[in-house]
Nanobody, 124 residues
């Protein structure tokens, strides 16, 4: 069983930065691809970013390109999401997800393991 634990969320003002962390445990993650999704109230879960664990290739949703950066520390089994230039529309619960080989990067149903989520609130 894989366990994912997110941290780093909070309340910030527009233009501020936050860094989210996702600590993984339970399995060897050398072959796992990781992603961040977010879900705002009344909206569907939205793809934010993904990183291929073995080679570090990264992918981003259109709404966060140029502002968010996903990275990983293999030694710590941790994935990060650096969020800069935050906007009110970035307000959501942010979830970490993992799968050995997701069929797509952006479909939530393609990821098997999920964290509990961390709330990010951006005031305008």
């Amino acid at each position: 069983q894989v366990r994912l634990v997110e941290s780093g969320g909070g309340l910030v003002q527009a233009g501020d930065s936050l860094r989210l962390s996702c600590a993984a445990s339970g399995r060897t993650f050398s072959s796992y691809d990781m992603a961040w999704f977010r879900q705002a109230p009344g909206k569907e879960r939205e793809f934010v970013a993904a990183i291929k664990w073995s080679v570090g290739s990264t992918y981003y949703g259109d709404s966060v390109k140029g502002r968010f950066t996903i990275s990983r520390d293999n030694a710590k089994n941790t994935v990060y999401l650096q969020m800069n230039g935050l906007k009110a529309e970035d307000t959501a619960v942010y979830y970490c997800a993992a799968d050995i080989r997701p069929r797509t990067w952006y479909q939530p149903n393609d990821y098997v393991y999920w964290g509990q989520g961390t709330q990010v609130t951006v005031s305008s």
